[in-house]
């Protein structure tokens, strides 16, 4: 097993965002190093898991601490999965909110067996309008 070390609002980079994206097989703008630095800047809380200098899972959210947050990212590198990273990273996300707080995250069809198994409800009320790009 390997040794991980998690961090609160450690600062990365854009790169090594774009990096673990790629590594976890997330979709997200990997080349679009701008917008990327945006998400980082304007996430509200992340948590990262590394090992050694090597960023290996990343969960990064946008919440007002009192009554809802979204997850919007949750990437753990392919090599690291199943290893209790990724429920570790939600775990500290929600430790961080507080239990007043709704813990919201949209998820890629292939992840949709994943989230119950680390806690999360389904639920068939949601809306959204879908960005351009």
């Given at each position: 097993?390997?040794?991980?070390?998690?961090?609160?609002?450690?600062?990365?980079?854009?790169?090594?965002?774009s990096d673990v994206f790629k590594r976890s097989g997330i979709v997200r703008p990997v080349e679009d190093l701008?917008?990327?630095?945006?998400?980082?800047d304007h996430a509200s809380i992340t948590f990262t898991a590394w090992e050694g200098d090597k960023l290996v899972g990343i969960a990064r959210?946008?919440?007002?601490?009192?009554?809802c947050c979204y997850l919007s990212d949750l990437a753990v590198d392919r090599e690291y999965q199943k290893q209790g990273i990724g429920k570790e990273?939600?775990?500290?996300?929600?430790?961080?909110?507080?239990?007043?707080?709704t813990l919201l995250l949209l998820s890629a069809p292939?992840?949709?067996?994943?989230y119950p198994k680390i806690g999360f409800e389904k639920i068939e009320n949601g809306f959204r309008i879908q960005r351009k790009r």
């Open positions: 097993m390997k040794h991980i070390n998690y961090k609160m609002n450690a600062k990365i980079t854009a790169e090594d965002f701008t917008r990327l630095q945006q998400m980082l959210s946008v919440t007002d601490f009192s009554y990273l939600v775990r500290l996300t929600k430790e961080k909110i507080g239990d007043e707080v292939s992840a949709m067996e994943y």
